[in-house]
């Protein structure tokens, strides 16, 4: 099944992040694929020492799209890239289930803002599209960000939006560590 995450509001990841730890709790494997960050929030540290859970994150971060240059978008959509096809990789090496009646779901995948990505222009929503024609139907596909596109919830068993209506940013605040990121 595929499930958004997105909206305006704080939370998508550590959603994310918390499915990510309900499955690994019950031995389900777990690849955590993050784009458009870095990988220094406090969930990564965390998921990269669970059992099960395997982390991905872009090999060229360059800061926020809209402050790069056409060359650096080119490098962080090539990077974007590799980590869907290290994704791709992922599922395709994942073990068969010992009884496959009983596995319900045979491993957590999860794109980490693949939603802006699309929403910033560094990868087309098509690209997420057939990214989803190739893995293979018994994974759970979890994609974060802000922006949805129609084709995409079209195609997704769970919509969620997570609103922000009130946001200590709005007044100056900077993001705090281990609250924010």
């Known amino acids: 099944?595929?499930?958004l995450y997105t909206g305006s509001g704080k939370g998508k990841t550590t959603a994310a992040a918390g499915l990510a730890v309900r499955a690994a709790g019950r031995g389900i494997?777990?690849?955590f694929a993050q784009v458009m960050k870095d990988g220094s929030s406090g969930e990564i540290s965390v998921l990269r020492h669970l059992p099960g859970v395997t982390v991905l994150i872009m090999d060229t971060f360059l800061g926020f799209s809209f402050r790069m240059n056409e060359e650096?978008?080119?490098?962080?959509?090539a990077s974007i890239r590799r980590v869907?096809?290290?994704?791709?990789?992922?599922a395709g090496g994942l073990p068969e289930p010992p009884d496959p009646e009983k596995a319900?779901?045979?491993g957590v995948l999860i794109l980490d803002e693949a939603l802006s990505a699309v929403r910033t222009g560094l990868i087309?929503?098509?690209?997420?599209?057939?990214f989803t024609?190739?893995?293979?139907?018994?994974?759970?596909v979890v994609m974060t960000?802000?922006?949805s596109f129609p084709l995409l919830e079209e195609r997704a068993e769970y919509v969620s939006y997570i609103e922000c209506r009130k946001h200590p940013y709005l007044k100056g605040t900077p993001a705090r560590r281990g609250i924010e990121y």
């Open 124 to 130: 087309e929503e098509a690209e997420l599209i057939r």
């Open 1 to 3: 099944m595929l499930q």
């Open 145 to 147: 960000g802000r922006g």
């Open 72 to 77: 650096e978008r080119t490098a962080a959509a």
């Open 84 to 90: 869907l096809s290290g994704a791709c990789a992922w």
């Open 104 to 106: 319900e779901v045979r």
């Open 29 to 31: 494997p777990v690849l």
């Open 133 to 140: 024609d190739r893995i293979p139907e018994e994974l759970e």
